[in-house]
């Protein structure tokens, strides 16, 4: 069994992604929110496990958000990580 050493809730994962903007990256501001917020893990890393998950979507205006069905995810080390849904709602 995976052992997952983060969670992140759809609000958090969300607020990472309001760094999607081209100028954000460009001016640096998303690889400072990363390693501030995401220690040890990379803009890049990220997206491609949310994307591999289902968990982003575009929003209004072609904003990267997370689906709504999505409740959290749980990070582990490595590309390991588990997406937890809300089937329910």
């Known amino acids: 069994m ?10 958090e994962l969300n607020e990472l992604l309001r ?3 081209f100028i954000a990256v460009g001016k ?7 390693e ?6 990379h803009w890049n890393e990220l997206i491609r496990m949310l994307r591999m998950g289902g968990v982003v979507r ?7 958000r997370c689906d709504p069905k999505v409740v959290g995810v749980r990070f582990g080390r490595g590309s390991t990580f ?8």
Do not use: C, I, P
């Open 2 to 11: 995976a052992e997952f050493t983060e969670h992140r809730t759809r609000d």
């Open 19 to 21: 760094h999607a903007h």
């Open 28 to 34: 640096g501001y998303t690889a400072k929110f990363v």
């Open 36 to 41: 501030k917020n995401y220690s040890g893990w």
């Open 58 to 64: 575009k929003g209004e205006h072609d904003r990267l």
């Open 82 to 89: 588990q997406v937890e849904w809300d089937w329910m709602g």
